[in-house]
């Protein structure tokens, strides 16, 4: 099974610190995906990655930036949390020329 | 731009009633489809998936969903729902189109279950 894991389940940060939400996937897919879900709104893509070092903005991608050094990780990073970013954050992964999403536990983070 | 719409925000059932949650898609083509649950606190589940052929898929837990392309529609229904289907449900849509593997999801149907 493919497992996705997410570094917190739930994060409280103060307005203007800097924010780090790591993920890891153990399948070796090539994409990761970072989405904010808030009630009535879905699912909205942040960033996706489809490869080491490569990324992609999606349709929210202000106020935040990825990173990806390695294959199995991708942080999502706050530079400077602000209390619109209080959101649930949920990253998800998929084999290059696959549709499939596998889906993390989700980080509610909390800005105050 | 494609998109995809739940026009039900919030469903209520009856434990061993029948189910029917529904998904409607804009998209000039026919796109991959999907239906997806989240139970409470936790991340997103693929219950069941579309790209082509048999127009009615059956997914995990007991749901299928029947893709109508007159309809444009890909809905979610189970039989006899139980008490631990409650949970949301979002429906998804994906096309090489779209670039990189991408889905688009609805904005989620949010289902109860009553005794």
């Known amino acids: 099974d493919v497992k996705v894991t997410q570094s917190s389940r739930y994060l409280v940060k103060r307005t203007g610190e800097k924010v780090f939400l790591e993920c890891v996937q153990d399948?070796?897919?090539?994409?990761m995906f970072w989405y904010r879900q808030d009630p009535g709104l879905g699912l909205r893509l942040i960033y996706f990655s489809y490869d080491v070092k490569m990324k992609e903005k999606g349709d929210i991608p202000e106020g935040y930036s990825v990173s990806r050094e390695k294959k199995e990780r991708f942080s999502l990073i706050l530079e400077s949390a602000s209390t619109n970013q209080t959101s649930m954050y949920l990253c998800?992964?998929?084999?290059?020329?696959?549709?499939?999403?596998?889906f993390g536990p989700g980080t509610r983070l909390t800005v105050t | 731009a494609q998109s995809v719409t739940q026009p039900d925000i919030h469903i209520t059932v009856s434990e061993g009633a029948s189910l029917e949650l529904r998904c409607n898609y804009s998209?000039?083509?026919?796109?991959?489809l999907f239906w997806y649950v989240q139970s409470p606190g936790q991340g997103l589940q693929l219950l069941l998936k579309y790209f082509s052929g048999d127009t009615l898929v059956q997914g995990i837990k007991g749901f299928e969903a029947e893709f109508k392309r007159s309809q444009s529609s890909f809905n979610l229904r189970k039989p006899s729902v139980h008490w631990s289907d409650a949970a949301e449900y979002f429906c998804?849509?994906?096309?090489?189109?779209?670039?990189?593997?991408?889905?688009?999801f609805g904005t989620g149907t949010r289902l109860t279950i009553i005794p």
């Open positions: 998209y000039g083509a026919t796109p991959y």
């Open positions: 998804a849509v994906g096309h090489p189109n779209f670039g990189n593997e991408k889905l688009t």
């Open positions: 399948m070796d897919h090539e994409n």
């Open positions: 998800a992964s998929s084999l290059q020329g696959r549709y499939e999403q596998y």
